[in-house]
T-cell receptor, first 115, second 113 residues
Framework: KNQVEQSPQSLIILEGKNCTLQ??????????LRWYKQDTGRGPVSLTI?????NTKSNGRYTATLDADTKQSSLHITASQLSDSASYIC??????????????FGAGTTVTVRA | NAGVTQTPKFQVLKTGQSMTLQCAQD?????MSWYRQDPGMGLRLIHY???????DQGEVPNGYNVSRSTTEDFPLRLLSAAPSQTSVYFC????????????FGSGTRLTVV
């Protein structure tokens, strides 16, 4: 069973609207939780990284939240743009800080932004 | 800096053929790894290396070999290609200690017929 579950699997939104993606994880212990953006035909690119002691992190129009007690994270996209069309992947870094090479990946949420 | 460079970008193999996927990074990262990405699944770790001369198996190592003779290069070898190895392969690297600075290549799309 995957240790990182994302929902929804896909969604379609109109340009300018907001959306929120969900991530539930069972990994323990973990060093940090990341959100990646993966454009079609490209490798994943980091959007945010949060340690277990952080509960929010922003990168422009992207805001990630983390609730380590409930093991849930969300990624909020504000005022979506056509360029936001991509797969968004939740990733949990296993192990302790300083030795957290191994990552556990969610299957991703595919976001399509339409004009 | 070029970051993480993977070659080739696309490859079609016949069942039973062997080949090597190349991965090179110019960031002096100690940690390098190979993942495969299949539809509806998260990236899965094939093999990884924490430094030159050191490699270890990940979650799905069967059918693949790796070596790390230099810090820069981490090739992935398919010994005898099978249709189940049809996938997109990503190489990644990160600085010592892992965590921040994890960088992915742009991927190799492999089809085994």
């Amino acid at each position: 069973k995957n240790q990182v579950e994302q929902s929804p699997q896909s969604l379609i939104i109109l340009e300018g609207k907001n959306c929120t993606l969900q991530c539930n994880y069972t990994v323990s212990p973990f060093s940090n939780l990341r959100w990646y953006k993966q454009d079609t035909g490209r490798g994943p690119v980091s959007l945010t990284i949060m340690t277990f002691s952080e509960n929010t992190k922003s990168n422009g129009r992207y805001t990630a939240t983390l609730d380590a007690d409930t093991k849930q994270s969300s990624l909020h996209i504000t005022a979506s743009q056509l360029s936001d069309s991509a797969s968004y992947i939740c990733v949990v870094s296993l192990g302790r800080p300083g030795n957290d090479y191994k990552l556990s990946f969610g299957a991703g949420t595919t976001v399509t932004v339409r004009a | 800096n070029a970051g993480v460079t993977q070659t080739p970008k696309f490859q079609v193999l016949k069942t039973g053929q062997s080949m090597t996927l190349q991965c090179a990074q110019d960031m002096n990262h100690e940690y390098m790894s190979w993942y495969r990405q299949d539809p509806g699944m998260g990236l899965r770790l094939i093999h990884y290396s924490v430094g030159a001369g050191i490699t270890d198996q990940g979650e799905v190592p069967n059918g693949y070999n790796v070596s790390r003779s230099t810090t820069e290069d981490f090739p992935l070898r398919l010994l005898s290609a099978a249709p189940s190895q049809t996938s997109v392969y990503f190489c990644a690297s990160s600085p010592p200690g892992g965590g921040y600075g994890y960088t992915f290549g742009s991927g190799t799309r492999l089809t085994v017929v």
